[in-house]
């Protein structure tokens, strides 16, 4: 799902052979956090997994928030050389951004995989039908509200999926105390108030649009702005889908424009 919002937004807000980048950046992000957890061994034992679980779903989650949200308020500028240094800048931080949630994703289906006593085949089967679900529902969300409210809901799905786990070690009978690197976060703690926040939050914004959270510079101009407009003027009709954004701005007699 985040995949999939993120080459939606990406091909608005810059060029449209950028929206791919999203990609590259989940496979970056994953890779990084699956090798965190390789080299801190010590870190996530078999008998935390439950525990880690619970910490690593709500971390994603407000990560993806805060990336949702630095993501529509970043301007990607055409190109130039004046504008070289900038743009080198932008594209780093766009990085930052977008791998940020892969990076917990990453973590948490490495664990699944490498310290869950079920079989691999098992694990990953799970894996792939949520990944497989996920494309699908993602036809159906966009569709009904748009591609910012779908990223806030992905952190809500994340919350969700830290209640899950949090049930699941109180089942297993998982040890409680936090370690020490964990405690600050204190995410463990209330992943229902968590998982409560983010879908309203997500919901709400869909439903107060469009003066809710949503693109801000599209194409290296305010969103608001139209080829012979005011710049206050608002766009009369957004709506979004799998594959595109449709706009009806004011009209603008002898100017043209898609």
């Given at each position: ?57 709500g971390a994603f989650a407000i990560a993806a928030e805060v990336s949702t949200l630095l993501l529509i308020s970043t301007v990607l500028m055409n190109g130039g050389k004046p504008e070289f240094l900038m743009m080198v800048l932008f594209l780093f931080k766009l990085i930052v951004i977008l791998a940020a949630p892969y990076f917990f994703a990453g973590m948490a289906i490495s664990l699944a995989l490498t310290r869950s006593p079920w079989p691999v085949p098992l694990v990953y089967g799970v894996d792939l039908i ?129």
């Amino acid at each position: 799902m985040l995949q999939i919002i993120e080459t939606r937004i990406l091909s608005v807000i810059s060029w449209y052979h950028l929206a791919f980048f999203s990609i590259s950046m989940a496979m970056f992000g994953m890779t990084a956090g699956s090798l965190f957890v390789y080299f801190k061994d010590g870190w996530f034992t078999a008998e935390r997994l439950f525990e880690n679980m619970v910490w690593i779903c709500g971390a994603f989650a407000i990560a993806a928030e805060v990336s949702t949200l630095l993501l529509i308020s970043t301007v990607l500028m055409n190109g130039g050389k004046p504008e070289f240094l900038m743009m080198v800048l932008f594209l780093f931080k766009l990085i930052v951004i977008l791998a940020a949630p892969y990076f917990f994703a990453g973590m948490a289906i490495s664990l699944a995989l490498t310290r869950s006593p079920w079989p691999v085949p098992l694990v990953y089967g799970v894996d792939l039908i949520g990944a497989a679900t996920g494309c699908l529902v993602i036809l159906v969300v966009l569709t009904l509200i748009d591609a910012v409210s779908a990223l806030l809901l992905v952190g809500g799905v994340g919350a969700l999926a830290a209640i899950s786990f949090s049930s699941a070690r109180r089942a297993w009978g998982s040890p409680g105390k936090r370690l020490l690197f964990v405690a600050p976060l204190r995410i463990s703690a209330w992943p229902g108030i968590l998982a409560t926040t983010l879908m309203l939050l997500a919901l709400g914004n869909a439903a107060i649009q469009p003066y809710g959270l949503k693109l801000s510079i599209v194409k290296n101009q305010l969103e608001s702005m139209v080829p012979g407009a005011h710049l206050t003027r608002v766009l009369e009709f957004v709506r979004w889908n799998s594959f595109s954004r449709v706009n009806v701005g004011p009209s603008a007699p002898g100017i043209p424009f898609m």
